[in-house]
């Protein structure tokens, strides 16, 4: 009886110190990765400071004839941030970024046109049927302001147009074969519904999810997306780090 009990001490005890080793073990990690993630956000933060104070003297010419268009993302949580948006908006004017985009998925941004564009004095809403001459105009900033459900309706609207040609098409015509839709017929649709759009050159996400969150996809088969993180703790000296780091890439589209 005595060995017995002895033998389950043993076991407790022998349970209990592997618990404590597996706790210890997590809690070092987590302590080391939480100190990694500290250290690199204050590198951030550091770096961001100098590029914005001018100190980093590469980063002061950007070459901005390659971002003809800029998209940006926000989450749909932090869309309701305009004051940020705003702000973010007012940088990019500064750095002379003529033509923005702005998306989030329950359209929350576009509902706050309006707000936005108050806060801006020199901007305007870009309107799809002067798409050539708006992405000439180097006087404005032009806005554009999309949601998810923008991309839903010019998709429908589009397949809609292409079924209608398709069956004018075969009601005119005596062959009887299926026609097949390739990429051009679409773009042409969606152009034709005025839901083409410019493709952005550069697309910026903030918010925690690294996806374009539903984007029209159509828009975007060339284009370099980066996550910037939060929009609470937006940087001008980011902002400008990634932007020159995409004038720096060198884009290579294939055949």
């Given at each position: 009886?005595?060995?017995?009990?002895?033998?389950?001490?043993?076991?407790?005890?022998?349970?209990?110190?592997?618990?404590?080793?597996?706790?210890?073990?997590?809690?070092?990690?987590?302590?080391?990765?939480?100190?990694?993630?500290?250290?690199?956000?204050?590198?951030?933060?550091?770096?961001?400071?100098?590029?914005?104070?001018?100190?980093?003297?590469?980063?002061?010419?950007?070459?901005?004839?390659?971002?003809?268009?800029?998209?940006?993302?926000?989450?749909?949580?932090?869309?309701?941030?305009?004051?940020?948006?705003?702000?973010?908006?007012?940088?990019?004017?500064?750095?002379?970024?003529?033509?923005?985009?702005?998306?989030?998925?329950?359209?929350?941004?576009?509902?706050?046109?309006?707000?936005?564009?108050?806060?801006?004095?020199?901007?305007?809403?870009?309107?799809?049927?002067?798409?050539?001459?708006?992405?000439?105009?180097?006087?404005?900033?032009?806005?554009?302001?999309?949601?998810?459900?923008?991309?839903?309706?010019?998709?429908?609207?589009?397949?809609?147009?292409?079924?209608?040609?398709?069956?004018?098409?075969?009601?005119?015509?005596?062959?009887?074969?299926?026609?097949?839709?390739?990429?051009?017929?679409?773009?042409?649709?969606?152009?034709?519904?005025?839901?083409?759009?410019?493709?952005?050159?550069?697309?910026?996400?903030?918010?925690?999810?690294?996806?374009?969150?539903?984007?029209?996809?159509?828009?975007?088969?060339?284009?370099?997306i980066v996550h910037m993180g939060s929009l609470k703790s937006v940087r001008y000296g980011s902002l400008i780090k990634a932007i020159y780091k995409f004038t720096m890439v060198r884009q290579n589209y294939g055949k």
């Amino acid at each position: 009886m005595n060995i017995r009990e002895e033998m389950q001490k043993a076991n407790r005890l022998i349970a209990q110190i592997g618990n404590f080793g597996l706790q210890l073990v997590w809690f070092i990690l987590h302590l080391s990765v939480s100190t990694w993630y500290f250290l690199l956000e204050i590198a951030h933060a550091v770096e961001s400071y100098f590029i914005s104070s001018g100190l980093m003297k590469s980063y002061k010419a950007l070459n901005l004839g390659k971002l003809r268009y800029l998209a940006i993302v926000v989450g749909s949580e932090e869309a309701y941030q305009t004051s940020k948006v705003s702000e973010l908006l007012q940088w990019l004017e500064a750095i002379g970024v003529k033509h923005v985009c702005l998306y989030d998925m329950e359209g929350v941004l576009k509902r706050s046109k309006e707000a936005i564009l108050e806060k801006m004095s020199n901007a305007t809403v870009f309107q799809e049927a002067d798409e050539n001459d708006k992405l000439l105009d180097q006087k404005h900033m032009m806005l554009e302001f999309v949601s998810f459900s923008d991309g839903k309706e010019a998709v429908a609207k589009a397949a809609n147009l292409l079924f209608a040609k398709y069956l004018t098409s075969n009601n005119s015509s005596e062959d009887q074969e299926g026609e097949i839709f390739t990429e051009p017929h679409m773009t042409e649709a969606l152009r034709a519904v005025g839901s083409g759009g410019p493709e952005p050159d550069l697309l910026l996400v903030y918010g925690p999810a690294r996806c374009h969150q539903g984007f029209p996809a159509w828009r975007i088969r060339y284009t370099e997306i980066v996550h910037m993180g939060s929009l609470k703790s937006v940087r001008y000296g980011s902002l400008i780090k990634a932007i020159y780091k995409f004038t720096m890439v060198r884009q290579n589209y294939g055949k």
